[in-house]
């Protein structure tokens, strides 16, 4: 099996055998990627994402001759690609961090109020939530084509339908989580055409065979095309496989996620003022979480160091980690809901302008003053993931007896124990690439069944049997 993932700064392409009669997962190709800037707006290089996936899938052919059963792809939520008759990308997709989707939140909320948005949908108002782009492209006089989600649209590109997964869907801002349809009456208020939205499907579903050059390689002859959870954050917490008992997650990467797997939405007037989500998760039930900004303030502040190089040498994030060990606790803990942090940029320059805001003193902005920024970072994160577990508990009445750590920023040891200080939760480490491992398990769930669509049970069998299997290059 093939598991594509798609990050925002950098995408995998990984093969899982089985060899010896245990399964061993090789990552073929891993590359950078980042959005650009095209006549003053953010967007992604398409082109650029799909050339390196072929050129990966065409060496993971090479390494597994004996055929490839099926493959599957995660990515990040909420961005598209607006399509042509022949299904073909009109444009470069906008990239979610392009400015023009705070004016579109707005503009939506003169039609749909906030409150009544969240109520319904019960996804965390943020303007780069689908709905808000696509009334951004509508605003622009740009609203042609049907659409589709990132990670759909490259099984789209392989020869699948053009769908919706259900775990995706949830993060546009339009589905109706008690009847997993669209909410229709959203498009009709908003005036978007309902035609242009793909069909929705489960996850585990498959959508058929590859088309295409890549059929013709003789490892893809036979492949199935299937939609996993196609949001990186389900497949990330379907890798998790904790079992029983209460537990609370946090995916730790470029964002932080911090909350619980729920059997249902909360939807509460309290929820969505504290910013909190409702997503689909692989397999049924509920994300219900908390998002913030997390590893993002600290790798905007190593490009700004990058960048002078006016004092030493880049900085390592290990390094960083291990500077900031020994410095004592910070004066104070940053407010992580800072819209000045959420855009890239001079971030030891925010940073100080929050403290100054608040009557601190300013720290140095150089590279030398890193580990004093990485050190308030760390505790500032930990800080807000303790807070935001006890609203969980407030608003759910549910308290984790632990906490399992998933993605790239679990290797931070120095993190992970300040957050076990902090909420006073043990701290487990899962998977790194934990969103690898829950596209794999759906898919292999799937493909040991004959319909569409796989329970958490199964998913969780499987992401057990490969939670150890070390990625190797």
């Known amino acids: 099996m093939v598991a594509i993932d798609l990050g925002a700064e950098s995408c995998r392409v990984s093969l899982l055998q089985g060899r010896g009669g245990e399964p061993a997962i090789s990552m073929v190709r891993r590359f950078a990627n980042g959005p650009v800037e095209i006549a003053g707006r953010l967007h992604w290089d398409l082109e650029n994402i799909c050339d390196e996936l072929e050129a990966g899938l065409r060496e993971c052919a090479k390494l ?33 961090r392009d400015a023009r989707n705070v004016e579109a939140m707005e503009a939506v909320h003169r039609f749909v109020a906030a409150e009544a948005l969240y109520g319904r949908t019960g996804v965390q108002t943020q303007p780069i939530n689908t709905v808000y782009q696509l009334y951004a492209d509508k605003i622009e006089g740009d609203a042609k084509g049907a659409w589709v989600n990132l990670p759909e649209y490259i099984l789209h590109w392989l020869g699948a339908p053009r ?5 995706n869907a949830t993060h546009t801002g339009l589905v109706d989580p008690e009847t997993r349809e669209w909410a229709w009456e959203i498009f009709d208020a908003l005036g978007l055409e309902r035609g242009a939205a793909p069909r929705l499907v489960e996850p585990g579903s498959v959508l058929g065979p590859m088309r295409g050059e890549l059929r013709k390689l003789k490892a893809f002859a036979e492949t199935k095309l299937i939609a996993p959870a196609c949001h990186d954050t389900a497949s990330a917490i379907a890798g998790i496989a904790a079992g029983p008992g209460e537990w609370a997650y946090i995916s730790s990467g470029t964002w932080s ?5 729920l059997a249902e939405s909360h939807r509460t007037k309290r929820a969505g003022e504290l910013g909190f989500t409702n997503l689909g998760a692989a397999g049924g039930g509920v994300l219900f979480h908390r998002g913030m ?19 030493r040498r880049g900085w390592t994030v290990a390094e960083l980690i291990e500077a ?15 819209a000045a942090f959420t855009a890239p940029g001079n971030m030891p320059k925010r940073i100080n302008a929050q403290r100054k805001r608040r009557g601190l003193a ?6 030398n003053a890193a580990p004093a920024y990485a050190n308030l970072i760390f505790h500032s994160l930990a800080g807000r993931y303790a807070a935001v577990l006890k609203e969980i508990e407030e608003l759910t009445g549910r308290r984790p007896e632990r906490i399992c750590v998933v993605g790239g920023g679990n290797r931070n040891e120095y993190l992970n124990a300040l957050t076990a200080q902090a909420t006073g939760l043990p701290v487990e480490r899962g998977a790194a690439e934990s969103s690898t ?23 969780a069998e499987k992401a057990r049997a490969l939670r150890t299997v070390a990625i190797g290059d």
């Open 64 to 96: 597994a001759p004996e055929g490839i059963a099926s493959i599957g792809v995660t990515g990040w939520a909420v961005d598209y690609v607006r399509l042509n008759g022949e299904g073909r990308p009109l444009a470069q997709p906008y990239c979610y």
């Open 163 to 167: 769908v919706a997964e259900w775990t």
């Open 257 to 261: 996620l911090v909350g619980m797997l």
């Open 293 to 311: 900004v997390g590893m993002w303030l600290l790798r905007q502040c190593m490009n700004t160091w990058d960048a002078e190089r006016s004092e």
């Open 324 to 338: 900031a060990r020994k410095l004592p606790a910070p004066d104070s803990l940053l407010d992580l809901e800072d």
């Open 362 to 367: 300013a720290l140095a902005e150089g590279g």
């Open 437 to 459: 491992i829950g596209n794999f398990a759906v898919q292999w769930a799937r493909l040991e069944q004959t319909t569409d669509g796989v329970a958490q049970g199964a998913i």
